[in-house]
C-alpha cells in the first residue's frame, strides 16, 4: 500500500497542470504585465537608430504646387502616407489665425485631391497631424475657428437677370462640408484616406488634447489632455506642455491612464501591448489592453543623479545655471543643500524601438516664444520579465 500511494504520489507530482499561475512562463514581452516587468538602466546611449527627426520631410510635388499654384498659401509641413500613396498638406492662409491650419489631401506626386478640413475647424499642433499605420485614416487635433467671417456679395454687385422666354434651371450645388461638431477647445478628429467621414473622436469640451499618435496596429490613439486652466498656467511660467495620459479607441472610448501631468508624450511598444510617458525623472508605463491592465512607475532619480555626476565630470561642464528655470542646480534641504549636477533634466522624449528597448532623452526646454530643447542625452531601459514571472 505504500509503494501504491508513493507511486500515486509521483504521477500527481508529474501530472501538474501546466496552466497553475506559478509554473506558467511568458513566450514574449507582451504576455508580461506592466507590474511585472523589471529593468536595467544604461545611461548616455546613442540615440535609438529609428529616431524620427523633428523636421518631417517634405513632399517635394507639393511644395512644388504651392510655389506655383498656391503662392498666397503659407505650407507648413507635408505628412505622407505610410504606404507613400497619399499626402497631408498642413498650411495656413492670410485669414488663418497664428498657430492655427487647414489641411489639404494630396497624391504623393503633387495631385491635389479635395480640402480635408472645412472653414470653421481650425487645426492645431501640426505635430499631431498623423497617418495611421495602416493609412486607412487620418488623426488630427482641430478646434473652432477664429478666422472672421467672410463678408456677403453686396446686392449691387449682383448680376442682372437676363429676360428669357424660359427660365433655365440652375443645378443646386451642395455644401462642400457636411455638418461638423467644432468645440472651443483642442479635440481629437478622426477621417478615412480619402478625408471623408469626418468626425470628432473627442468631444469634452473645456480639456486641450495633444501629443497624439497611433498604436503601430492600428487600434487606437494614444494622447495627452489636460484642462484649459491648467495649460495657461504652464504657459504663464514658461513651463512646456503637461497632460494626463489617455488611450482613446477608434470608436471614441477613452481610458484615462493616470490622474498625474505627464510630460512627454506617450510612446507605444511596437507590439502595441502597452504604452510609456514620463513624470519628470520617473517613467509610467501601462497595459494598453486586457481584461485587468496594469501599470507600473520606474524612478530613476538616483541613476540620472549618479550618470549626470559622472557625465559632468568627464565633460567637464559642472558650473551655475545659466538660468533660474534651468532644472535643479540646487535644491533646498532641511540642514543644507544639495548640489544637483548640471547635466541633469527630466525626461522629455520616449522611443520604444523594439520590445524589450525602451530610450529615454532628458532634456532642458525652455519656453519663451517657441520651444527650444537643449542639454540633450540620451539613456536605454532594458526591459525583462521579473523573477516572480519567470518562477525562479
Given amino acids: 500500500m505504500l509503494l501504491i500511494a508513493l507511486g500515486l504520489l509521483m504521477f500527481a507530482a508529474a501530472c501538474h497542470d501546466d496552466s497553475d499561475p506559478q509554473r506558467l512562463r511568458p513566450r514574449q514581452l507582451r504576455d508580461v504585465p506592466a507590474r511585472a516587468l523589471a529593468f536595467k538602466f544604461t ?34 509641413r507635408t505628412v505622407l502616407s505610410p504606404d507613400g500613396h497619399r499626402a497631408l498638406a498642413v498650411y495656413s492662409t492670410a485669414d488663418d489665425s ?95 484616406r480619402d478625408g471623408y467621414d469626418l468626425k470628432p473622436l473627442t468631444t469634452r469640451d473645456g480639456l486641450i488634447y495633444f501629443g497624439l499618435s497611433w498604436a503601430p496596429d492600428n487600434h487606437a490613439l494614444a494622447a495627452l489632455a489636460c484642462r484649459e486652466s491648467e495649460w495657461e498656467s504652464r504657459e504663464r511660467e514658461f513651463k512646456p506642455p503637461a497632460g494626463r495620459p489617455r488611450l482613446i479607441s477608434t470608436d471614441g472610448q ?41 501599470q507600473a512607475r520606474i524612478a530613476l532619480r538616483e541613476r540620472l543623479l549618479t550618470a549626470s555626476a559622472a557625465f559632468d565630470e568627464r565633460s567637464q561642464t559642472a558650473k551655475p545655471s545659466p538660468s533660474p528655470n534651468k532644472t535643479g542646480t540646487t535644491q533646498p534641504s532641511t540642514n543644507t543643500e544639495v548640489t544637483v549636477p548640471f547635466s541633469f533634466n527630466p525626461i522629455v522624449r520616449l522611443e520604444w524601438p523594439a520590445p524589450d528597448k525602451l530610450y529615454v532623452e532628458t532634456a532642458y526646454i525652455s519656453v519663451r516664444s517657441e520651444i527650444i530643447k537643449t542639454f540633450s542625452r540620451w539613456h536605454l531601459l532594458m526591459l525583462s520579465p521579473q523573477a516572480a514571472v519567470l518562477g525562479r
Fill in 43 to 76: 545611461a548616455d546611449v546613442e540615440p535609438p537608430a529609428s529616431l524620427t527627426t523633428e523636421e518631417a520631410k517634405t513632399v517635394e510635388a507639393v511644395q512644388q504646387d504651392f510655389d506655383t499654384r498656391r503662392k498666397d498659401d503659407a505650407l507648413s
Fill in 98 to 192: 497664428s498657430q492655427t491650419y487647414r489641411i489639404d489631401l494630396y497624391s504623393s506626386d503633387g495631385n491635389f485631391i479635395r480640402n480635408l478640413t472645412p472653414p470653421d475647424l481650425a487645426v492645431v499642433f501640426q505635430d499631431s497631424v498623423v497617418w495611421s499605420p495602416d493609412s486607412g485614416m487620418i488623426a488630427f487635433i482641430g478646434r473652432k475657428s477664429t478666422r472672421p467671417e467672410p463678408s456677403p456679395t453686396p446686392f449691387a454687385e449682383e448680376e442682372p437677370v437676363l429676360p428669357s422666354g424660359s427660365p433655365v434651371a440652375t443645378p443646386s450645388i451642395p455644401p462642400a462640408f457636411a455638418p461638423l461638431a467644432v468645440f472651443s477647445t483642442e479635440q481629437v478628429y478622426l477621417c478615412n
Fill in 254 to 294: 477613452e481610458r484615462l491612464l493616470d490622474d498625474e501631468l505627464a510630460e512627454a508624450p506617450l510612446a507605444w511598444a511596437p507590439d502595441s501591448s502597452k504604452v510609456a510617458t514620463a513624470f519628470g525623472v520617473d517613467i509610467g508605463i501601462y497595459d494598453a489592453a486586457g481584461r485587468s491592465p496594469t
